[in-house]
């Protein structure tokens, strides 16, 4: 029941101060990165050198059927061992401190897609991101949807969670960090701008984009041009375009 609450409810990883690691590569993954796992259910085709290695690290292991497994687990297809892991909680203050060193910090803004959040995450890590900042009521980052799309990033990038988006806007400004929001027309073509950092890059909700007054606070924005009529990208798609040429600028020296 532990299990399948924290699957399916914010409210309860929020207050365990735990999440919900599903699968076997996943689990690898957070182990590697000295994610403090503390409980693991294993069904009887799991890994048995993963699960020694999980019980090396400290985590409880308990034995349970394909069946108990698969009730408790959001996955579609269910594996055979999922884990429980301490949250790790970065404070806005700490997260802008990494942004301020740079290169390259993402904002999300009211995403509320796990799928698009999660892969927001993988294509910041593999961009070299700094930190990503999920605020505005995006989702949680450790729902187990985000959790899988992110593909190990979660366990490895630092990520800060809460707060109104004016808030962490403000404080990026203080610190002297340059915004720049991703919008559908408007703004300057997206590889025309020097990304190289520290800059923070602000992506909006799936179904409105950002609100005009976050617009408004922005340094500069950014447009994908698009030759074909195709109205926009999905958000995902637009901040991994935006975070490899961030890197790909970097690379270039330019």
Do not use: W
Not at 98 to 116: E, F, I
Not at 143 to 161: D, E, I, T, Y
């Amino acid at each position: 029941p532990h299990l399948r609450r924290l699957s399916g409810r914010r409210a309860a990883r929020s207050e365990a101060g735990a999440f919900v690691i599903d699968g076997p590569t996943l689990l690898a993954e957070a182990l590697a990165a000295g994610v403090a796992v503390t409980e693991v259910f294993a069904a009887p085709a799991a890994d048995p050198d993963l699960l020694t290695a999980a019980e090396a690290a400290g985590a409880t292991l308990h034995l349970v059927t394909d069946e108990v497994l698969a009730r408790a687990s959001s996955a579609v297809t269910p594996n055979a061992v999922a884990a429980i892991a301490e949250r790790v909680e970065r404070s806005l203050a700490e997260a802008v401190e990494l942004a301020a060193s740079g290169p390259l910090t993402l904002v999300l803004a009211g995403v509320g897609d796990p799928g698009n959040a999660g892969t927001l995450l993988r294509a910041a890590e593999a961009a070299g991101a700094a930190a990503v900042l999920f605020a505005g009521g995006s989702v949680d980052p450790t729902n187990p949807k985000c959790v899988r799309a992110a593909a190990g990033a979660l366990f490895r990038l630092p990520v800060a969670m809460g707060g109104e988006t004016t808030e962490v806007l403000d404080q990026l400004r203080a610190s002297g960090i340059r915004t720049a929001a991703t919008v559908v027309r408007g703004g300057e073509p997206y590889d025309q701008v020097d990304l190289r950092g520290p800059v923070a890059v602000v992506l909006g909700g799936e179904a409105h984009g950002l609100p005009a007054e976050l617009e408004a606070m922005v340094d500069e924005r950014l447009t994908i041009p698009m030759a074909g009529p195709t109205e926009s990208l999905n958000v995902a798609m637009a901040g991994t375009v935006v975070c490899f040429e961030s890197l790909r600028q970097r690379r270039a020296g330019r």
